[in-house]
């Protein structure tokens, strides 16, 4: 069983930065391309960023050059930083992970997710 926890959310204004953490502990310790999808009050789910086994990272249009993906040193684990934040980046971001999605940008072709952390920004 695959169990994916995120932490690192809360509440901060405009302008301000905030990094969350993932890790998704699998006990047949297979790899995984690792995402973050993010759901505000009375939206769909929608794709933040991803990073591949093999290092590459893909960011959603609204999201590039203030938001950072990187990996950490322990097997499928991962950073989001996220830097100048608005107001609209308000949302319940999700850690998911799978073996190889379909589609990298589409919650449905990913198999584990965590539980969500909540990110609130203040105008």
């Known amino acids: 069983q695959v169990h994916v926890v995120e932490s690192g959310g809360g509440l901060v204004q405009a302008g301000g930065a905030l990094r969350l953490s993932c890790a998704a502990a699998d006990p047949m310790n297979r790899i995984y391309f690792m995402a973050w999808f993010r759901q505000a009050p009375g939206k769909e789910r929608e794709f933040v960023a991803q990073i591949r086994p093999d290092g590459r990272r893909y960011y959603a249009d609204s999201v590039k050059g203030r938001f950072t993906l990187s990996r950490g040193d322990a097997k499928n684990t991962m950073y989001l930083q996220m830097d100048s934040l608005k107001p609209e980046d308000s949302a319940v971001y999700y850690c998911?992970?799978?073996?190889?999605?379909?589609?990298?940008?589409?919650?449905?072709?990913?198999?584990?997710w965590g539980q969500g952390t909540q990110v609130t920004v203040s105008s």
């Open positions: 998911a992970a799978d073996e190889r999605p379909h589609e990298y940008y589409n919650g449905r072709f990913y198999d584990y």
